[in-house]
């Protein structure tokens, strides 16, 4: 009788034991996943940021040209500040912060992409070195932005994937690990725009 207590008791501290080592690797997987996200989302606000530093030097070599759209370039100037003043901690890392930064980007990058369009009217603009440069590195920062927010995507789902599987959502459930969000197409970016010649 003494022999079957001791093995269930046996027992008992295997299964605990491996209950436990299983919970300490889960959570530290968990842990190494959300690090990478919050690392790369680093990246990622780095590159934006960039964009923003370059804007006032372009800003400052368009308005040398006085016939310049002024609307334009307070359309760029507000879209910098708005797209800088919307700041996401990884440690808020929602759907709708995530949205919030998104729509403030992408009013950013509207804006760019009138200001460019307007300087094709202007040939001295064009042919002026310092305003090829800095449009060479914002041309340069929007891959870096794509490629960064790309990498973003695939280490948020890697971790989304870990968390939400058998038992491992159990662990994330009980440690409170929530899905990360992903950076989104902008709406309406699916489908292809219409040329007409």
């Given at each position: 009788m003494r022999n079957k207590r001791n093995l269930w008791i046996i027992v008992l501290v295997v299964i605990v034991g491996l209950l436990a080592i299983s919970a300490v690797r889960n959570y530290n997987g968990m842990v190494t996943k959300s690090e990478g996200v919050d690392a790369q989302w680093s990246n990622v606000e780095t590159s934006y940021q960039r964009r923003a530093d370059l804007i006032p030097n372009l800003v400052s070599t368009v308005k040398g040209y006085a016939d310049f759209e002024s609307k334009t370039l307070t359309a760029v100037i507000e879209a910098r500040s708005k797209a800088?003043?919307?700041?996401?901690?990884?440690?808020?890392?929602?759907?709708?912060?995530?949205?919030?930064?998104?729509?403030?980007?992408?009013?950013?990058?509207?804006?760019?992409?009138?200001?460019?369009?307007?300087?094709?009217?202007?040939?001295?603009?064009?042919?002026n070195q310092n305003f090829l440069d800095l449009q060479a590195q914002l041309e340069g920062t929007e891959n870096r932005i794509s490629t960064e927010r790309r990498k973003f995507n695939e280490l948020a789902r890697l971790y989304n994937t870990f968390i939400k599987v058998f038992p491992k959502n159990i662990f994330a459930g009980l440690f409170g690990f929530e899905k990360k969000p992903y950076f989104e197409a902008a709406e309406g970016a699916q489908k292809a725009p219409e040329v007409k010649f």
């Open positions: 800088t003043s919307i700041q996401v901690d990884p440690k808020n890392l929602t759907e709708e912060n995530m949205k919030k930064f998104q729509e403030a980007q992408a009013g950013l990058s509207g804006a760019l992409s009138r200001l460019m369009v307007v300087s094709e009217q202007y040939p001295n603009l064009k042919a």
